[in-house]
């Protein structure tokens, strides 16, 4: 069972920081379920 285990996660990256994809599979790999993932530029 993972840390966030049923919980549902928005992931939003940064272009020039950590982007969404490699936060959602950090989320997923918690036991989370990943409900949208986007990287956008915050400028």
Same mark, same amino acid.
């Given at each position: 069972? /993972?840390?966030?285990?049923? $919980? $549902?996660? *928005?992931?939003l /990256?940064?272009?020039?920081?950590?982007?969404?994809?490699?936060?959602?599979?950090?989320?997923?790999?918690?036991?989370?379920? *990943? *409900?949208?993932?986007?990287?956008?530029?915050?400028?």
């Amino acid at each position: 069972m /993972g840390v966030l285990e049923g $919980k $549902k996660i *928005v992931a939003l /990256g940064e272009r020039d920081g950590v982007s969404g994809p490699a936060i959602a599979a950090c989320m997923e790999a918690a036991g989370a379920t *990943v *409900v949208f993932t986007a990287t956008e530029c915050f400028v």
